[in-house]
């Protein structure tokens, strides 16, 4: 059976008032506070990736700041990755995502809860202003999820080239940056049926901005990729 259908149906008895729930917080974001909103997606991904016969072995929590702005930026394996760091990372976030996302079930009403932003990197004017959206968030004191691949890999855990535009909101907000190294987790969703899965989540050890700063976004990159790749190579 799907395992997206798998989910729905060993969750009906809640899915109805989840759903509206989550709808009523999308279509009136700015009337809760942020962590009540990501505790409901928490709550509704938690049942979700149970009855979807997935594990999500994580590592590294310690390494997610509490106490100042963030961001994430993760290696990219397919959609199931947003829900599986927004699952796990305790602290409310947004995602920069591709625009062929944001109109996706679920997805949509996280976007709007969130302050999420789709991007097209196809249309360079609208990519600039998205990373202008975001580092003014992170300025306000928001957190965000990156993926700085682009797209998807298709070769499992190996891993594409990051655009070095992406690290641009790291540099001029100067926030800690913490690389993640997702394995596996493109079997969730690409695989056929819903037997169990084993998705591995690494938060790594944050990246200060004392450490990056005399860098260009092209030598951050290349430092956040090597970081992500050693540990995916060291997981398998």
Known sequence: MNRIL????????????????????????????????????????????????????????????TDRSFLLYSNHQGMFDVLAIAATCDPPLGTVLKKELKDVPFLKQIVACTKSFAMDREDVRQSLTVIQSVIKEINDGRNYLIFPEGTRSKSSNDL???????????????????????VDCYKVLDQKGSKP?????HYLPPIEYDEYQAMNTKELAALVRDRIEQKIVSSL
């Not at 594409?160 to 997702?182: D, I, M, Q």
């Not at 899965?197 to 989540?201: A, D, E, L, S």
């Open 160 to 182: 594409l080239e990051f655009h070095n535009g992406s690290f641009r909101c790291a540099l001029k907000t100067k926030c800690t940056v913490v690389p993640v190294a997702l």
């Open 6 to 65: 798998t989910m729905v149906l060993r969750n009906l008895h809640i899915v109805p008032g989840a759903w509206f729930k989550l709808c009523h917080y999308a279509k009136h974001t700015d009337e809760y506070p942020e962590l009540e909103k990501w505790r409901h997606i928490q709550y509704i991904l938690g049942r979700a990736v149970k009855s979807g016969n997935i594990e999500l072995k994580v590592t590294g929590l310690e390494n997610i700041p």
């Open 197 to 201: 899965v084993t998705v591995q989540i």
